[in-house]
């Protein structure tokens, strides 16, 4: 199974989030990458690809994307930050 491993940053930036049902949905999605670690969109916005360097995904969580990196030869996904999606383009 992938190692999952979240960075503090996107333990501040779960402070944005003030609804416990969407709190909720981003805990599970997350736990969803250690079986499926490929898992989100590639497609990203040119300014988090260039932030957050590699095999960099985001996972869309209404209102927010979960933005990851895959290493691929660790067998880690990171978890690397939360942003809100009106703020990510």
């Known amino acids: 199974m ?3 491993v979240v960075s503090e940053g996107f333990e ?3 402070g944005m989030v003030e609804s416990d049902r969407v709190f909720e949905r981003i805990l599970s999605t997350v736990k969803l990458l250690e079986t499926m670690p490929f898992m989100g969109s590639r497609d990203v916005p040119e300014s988090i ?3 957050y360097e590699g095999q960099v995904r985001k996972i ?3 209102p927010f994307d979960i933005v990851t990196i895959y290493h691929p030869d660790a067998d880690i996904v990171e978890v690397a930050a939360l942003i809100h999606q ?3 383009w």
């Open 12 to 14: 501040r930036d779960m």
């Open 60 to 62: 869309p969580v209404n």
């Open 49 to 51: 690809a260039r932030k």
């Open 2 to 4: 992938t190692k999952l």
């Open 86 to 88: 009106r703020g990510a």
